[in-house]
């Protein structure tokens, strides 16, 4: 039963393109979302997050969307750039995964930025 | 500049060797965590630990156990390594309450021959 659902497991871009990794869950007790971004043979990053309560969040490059209706989230990463090729995670927090620290994590999107 | 260190990056062990996996915080941060990471599978958490000498299974505890006698330390322990555990580890960190942000350190591609 997944939770966390990254239906696309890559996505290859322009670079100077738009960049839109998707994200859904199925919990409606989630309440705050997270991207992170993982290279190869190294640990996860924290990315950008999102609470419940916002519909957007934008970081630089970076901009999260929300649609608590939908059930979906989405990352926007403009302009994309060859460094921000990566596995993408998308995961969820709150109290629908067993307890309010607990992350539940997609499988991940794999992002290329073609140069 | 929160520091989740791990002992190895790289470990090679044979069926049924008894492995443990070494994970240290420098953030006073009260929960630590482990995770495999699979292709294809994501980040699938193996246990957890909200305080010292606690613990709770995660979502594949089997053939897995934790120890924390100390507050920066977490320890992931393979009883009898077999090979479908060959897999990235992976241990993180985090402070409770609103912030849920978890910590990543390098993780350690363990290999069972």
């Known amino acids: 039963d997944q939770q966390v659902k990254q239906n696309s497991p890559s996505l290859s871009v322009q670079e100077g393109r738009i960049s839109i990794l998707n994200c859904d869950y199925t919990n409606s007790m989630f309440d705050y979302f997270l991207w992170y971004k993982k290279y190869p043979a190294e640990g996860p990053t924290f990315l950008i997050s999102?609470?419940?309560?916002?519909d957007k969040n934008e970081d630089g490059r970076f901009t999260v969307f929300l649609n608590k209706s939908a059930k979906h989230l989405s990352l926007h990463i403009v302009p994309s750039q060859p460094g921000d090729s990566a596995v993408y995670f998308c995961a969820a927090s709150g109290k629908g995964g067993g307890s309010n620290y607990k992350l539940t994590f997609g499988k991940g999107t794999l992002l290329t930025v073609n140069p | 500049d929160v520091k989740v260190t791990q002992s190895s990056r790289y470990l090679v062990k044979r069926t049924g060797e008894k492995v443990f996996l070494e994970c240290v915080q420098d953030m006073d941060h009260e929960n630590m965590f482990w995770y495999r990471q699979d292709p294809g599978l994501g980040l699938r958490l193996i246990y957890f630990s909200y305080d010292v000498k606690m613990k709770e299974k995660g979502d594949i505890p089997e053939g897995y156990s934790v120890s924390r006698e100390k507050k920066e330390r977490f320890s992931l322990i393979l009883e009898s390594a077999s090979t479908n555990q060959t897999s990235m580890y992976l241990c993180?960190?985090?402070?409770?309450?609103?912030?849920?942000?978890?910590?990543f350190g390098p993780g350690t591609r363990l290999t069972v021959t």
């Open positions: 993180a960190s985090s402070t409770p309450g609103g912030r849920v942000e978890q910590y």
């Open positions: 999102i609470s419940s309560i916002k």
